[in-house]
């Protein structure tokens, strides 16, 4: 198991590699695919692995699968992302 804590948002790790997130959701740090607000923890659907580590900043969200691959969302302005633009995703 796993957690983080971001400003804006929070995220947790299960014991089965299930990750789940709480909290604001403006810049879709929380991997849902919406902007939507949770209030209680919520599972992230469609990870294309097990959820091993977790880390929160203020406004995007990285995770490392099972496999060894680093999954980014959130906030994209600045490149803080790594994806090369400044998308939110």
Known sequence: MA???GVWHSAAVGEDGSLFVWG???????GTGDT???LAP???T???APVRQ?????YHTGMV???GDLLMCGHGRLGQLGLGDENDR
């Open 46 to 48: 469609g990870l294309p």
């Open 42 to 44: 919520t599972r992230v």
């Open 24 to 30: 604001h959701g403006f810049y879709r740090q929380l």
């Open 65 to 67: 699968t099972e496999a």
């Open 36 to 38: 939507a607000r949770r």
């Open 3 to 5: 957690a983080a804590a």
């Open 54 to 58: 977790v880390a929160a900043g203020a």
